[in-house]
């Protein structure tokens, strides 16, 4: 079983489009956290949030506590967006951290 | 960028040896974690520690130690490596708990 659903899995867009990547997740949380890892692996963290809604820069992400359900969108994507996007929650007891399988993002020039 | 630092970044060794990988910040943050990400799955956490010479399990910490003797190392070892534990490992830090995590490079380790 997964605490944590991200979809889609994979996703390719045309450079320019708007670009909405989804997360779910089975349990309660103190904070939810997007990532990013690029091809040869570097792990980033983008946003963590436990409510509301953040942006930096053409990204922005949201999410929905009641419905346990966040969003990541990139305005105006750019082949240099082209990464995983992990989504991972940490817990409010004890110190653990579920991580989603990622979503695989390319953007075509 | 955090100061996190892995050592060796690449290792291919055999079934029964031991290996030992290196985690090493300059950021005096509190928590220190080990993962492992294969395909397939997630990150999964292995080990942690909240201190110097406090350490947990995590998900997936069988065939695995740990040991933290100063705030700035935590060490991850292989007793006697096998092929499932071919996988590449990240090193994370933290300040607090519930903070964002900040990741090293990673290591790839190849166990034949």
């Known amino acids: 079983k997964n605490e944590v659903e991200q979809s889609p899995q994979n996703l390719t867009a045309q450079e320019g489009e708007f670009i909405t990547i989804n997360c779910s997740y089975s349990?309660?949380?103190?904070?939810l956290h997007w990532l990013q890892q690029h091809p040869g692996g570097g792990i980033v963290s983008l946003f963590m949030?436990?409510?509301g809604k953040k942006k930096h820069g053409r990204l922005i992400a949201t999410i929905n506590i009641q419905e346990k359900h966040s969003s990541l969108h990139i305005t105006a994507s750019h082949p240099r967006d082209s990464a995983v996007y992990i989504c991972?929650?940490?817990?409010?007891?004890?110190?653990?951290?579920?991580f989603g399988t990622g979503t695989s993002l390319t953007v075509i020039p | 960028d955090a100061g996190i630092t892995q050592s060796p970044r690449h290792k291919v060794t055999e079934t029964g040896t031991p290996v030992t990988l290196r985690c090493h910040q300059t950021?005096?943050?509190?928590?220190m974690y080990w993962y492992r990400q294969d395909p397939g799955h997630g990150l999964r956490l292995i080990h942690y520690?909240?201190?110097?010479?406090?350490?947990d399990k995590g998900e997936v910490s069988d065939g695995y130690s740990v040991s933290r003797s100063k705030t700035e190392d935590f060490l991850l070892t292989l007793e006697s490596a096998t092929s499932s534990q071919t996988s590449v490992y990240f090193c994370?830090?933290?300040?607090?708990?519930?903070?964002?995590?900040?990741f090293g490079p990673g290591t790839r380790l190849t166990v034949l």
């Open positions: 994370a830090i933290s300040e607090q708990v519930t903070d964002t995590q900040y």
């Open positions: 349990v309660g949380i103190s904070a």
């Open positions: 949030l436990s409510s």
């Open positions: 991972a929650v940490s817990l409010p007891t004890g110190n653990q951290f579920y």
């Open positions: 950021e005096n943050h509190r928590y």
């Open positions: 520690s909240y201190g110097v010479k406090d350490t």
